[in-house]
C-alpha cells in the first residue's frame, strides 16, 4: 500500500489505473470505515482512502484541534482492509490557500438537521468532498465509485445531491451502519465517551428503534404528521430524562428529509449530546 501526501503524488500513483473506488475518512478509523474499504475493492482498479480532518467543517466551538489524528494505525487497518493507496495530505496540501471558493449546498436539505445545528457544516463537506473527488477522479477514464457510511445518513444525502447537479460522473454508494453489539453505531468519537458514558451511549439507538417502531404502528390519515410530532417530542422528553440534551430525535421521508406524509418511505434520525460528546445515528424504515 502506498501512502501519499500531495495531490501531485496521488496523481502520479493513480496513473497507471482507471477506475478509482474512493473512501473519504477523517481518520481515527474503526469497523464501519474498513468496511466500506472492503466494499470498495471489487469496484474498482484501484482502492483509494484519503485521511484528512477537515477545518472547514468544523464550527469554532467544535472538536477539530482535539479530532483523534491516528496515522499509523489507520494506515495498519487500512492495509489489512485491501486499500491500495492512502492519501492523507496536510492542510497545506489541501489547502495551500484560504479556500475562498466553496461549494454551498441545497439549502433545503443542508440547512435542516445537521446543518441546523451545526452552520456551516455541510459547505465544508462539500468543499473538501468536491476537492477530493478532484485528486482522485480527475484522470481516470472508467467507472467512479466513491462510497460514504449510511450511519452520516444527510451527509450521504447532500454528496449524491451534489454528484446529481453537478453531473459528476461518480457512482455514490452507501454503506450500512456498523454497530457495536450492544447496538451503539460505531463512531470515531465513540472513543470520547467514559465507561459510564459508553454503557448508556446505546440508548439513543434505542430511542431511535422505539420512535420508528411508534411511527410505523401509527393510522396513516390525517392527522399522521401531528401524531409524528408528539412522538418525537415524547421520545426527545425521555432521553433528556435521563441526562442527553438532544438536537433532535425526528422521523423523515428518505427522499429528501422532509416531514413525511402517509405512505412515504421514513427514516427516523437523532443527534443528542451525552456529556461533552455529540453522538449521530439513524434507521431507515
Ligand atoms: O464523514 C466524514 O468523515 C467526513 O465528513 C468526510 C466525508 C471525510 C469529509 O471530510
Not at 484541534?65 to 497545506?92: I, M
Not at 468536491?130 to 482522485?136: A, S
Not at 445531491?161 to 451502519?177: C, D, K, Y
Not at 428503534?209 to 392527522?223: F, I, K, N, S
Amino acid at each position: 500500500m502506498k501512502i501519499v501526501h500531495t495531490p501531485a503524488e496521488l496523481r502520479a500513483a493513480l496513473s497507471p489505473f482507471q477506475s478509482p473506488a474512493f473512501v473519504p475518512t477523517m481518520g481515527n478509523l474503526h469497523d464501519g470505515h474498513l468496511d466500506l474499504v472492503r466494499q470498495a475493492v471489487p469496484l474498482g482498479d484501484v482502492t483509494v482512502a484519503s485521511i484528512f480532518v477537515n477545518r472547514l467543517q468544523f464550527g469554532p466551538n467544535e472538536d477539530f484541534d482535539t479530532y483523534p489524528r491516528t496515522l499509523q494505525a489507520d494506515c495498519d487497518k487500512l492495509a489489512e482492509a485491501g486499500c491500495h493507496v492512502v492519501f492523507a495530505p496536510n492542510e497545506r496540501d489541501l489547502y495551500p490557500e484560504a479556500q475562498t471558493f466553496t461549494v454551498a449546498p441545497d439549502q433545503a436539505l443542508a440547512n435542516i438537521l445537521e446543518g441546523h445545528f451545526r452552520p456551516g457544516f455541510f459547505t465544508g463537506v462539500c468543499t473538501v468532498v468536491m476537492k477530493l473527488f478532484q485528486c482522485v477522479f480527475a484522470e481516470s477514464k472508467g467507472p467512479r465509485h466513491a462510497l460514504f457510511g449510511k450511519k452520516d445518513y444527510q451527509q450521504l444525502m447532500v454528496i449524491r445531491r451534489m454528484v446529481e447537479q453537478f453531473a459528476l460522473p461518480i457512482s455514490v454508494v452507501g454503506g450500512e451502519t456498523q454497530r457495536a453489539a450492544d447496538g451503539l453505531a460505531l463512531s470515531s468519537r465513540n472513543g470520547y465517551l467514559s465507561p459510564t458514558e459508553r454503557a448508556e451511549a446505546v440508548q439513543l439507538s434505542q430511542a431511535l428503534r422505539q420512535l420508528a417502531h411508534a411511527a410505523r404502528a401509527l393510522p396513516q390519515t390525517a392527522g399522521f404528521a401531528d401524531a409524528v410530532m408528539a412522538l418525537e417530542h415524547d421520545a426527545v422528553q425521555a432521553l433528556n430524562r435521563r441526562g442527553w440534551r438532544t438536537d433532535y430525535l425526528t422521523v423523515r421521508r428518505r427522499r429528501d428529509l422532509q416531514q413525511p406524509a402517509p405512505g412515504d418511505e421514513m427514516v427516523v434520525l437523532g443527534a443528542s449530546r451525552l456529556g461533552a460528546t455529540r453522538l449521530i445515528d439513524n434507521l431507515e424504515f
